[in-house]
């Protein structure tokens, strides 16, 4: 496909909104899913230190109760 000019080229033959809102949204999505995706990572290693201490703390109280 060939264009006159820019304009052409950014209306896309009449479906600049479908072409532009596509590339929209998957630019939002692969900025979100990293976004996402850390925080999902920082929160385990949270979960998973509450954890790690809960066990400990049982272990020091059970060592004082026996």
């Known amino acids: ?6 304009s052409d080229f950014f209306a896309m033959g009449g479906y600049a ?3 532009w809102g596509a590339y929209g949204v998957t630019a939002a ?3 979100i899913d990293p976004i ?6 920082r ?3 949270r979960d998973m230190d509450d954890e790690f ?3 400990d703390d049982l272990d ?7």
């Open 1 to 6: 496909m060939t264009w006159a000019s820019a």
């Open 17 to 19: 909104v479908y072409v």
């Open 29 to 31: 999505c692969m900025l």
């Open 36 to 41: 996402l995706a850390a925080r999902r990572h």
């Open 43 to 45: 929160q385990a290693l």
């Open 53 to 55: 201490e809960a066990d």
């Open 60 to 66: 020091a109280t059970a060592g004082v109760l026996s």
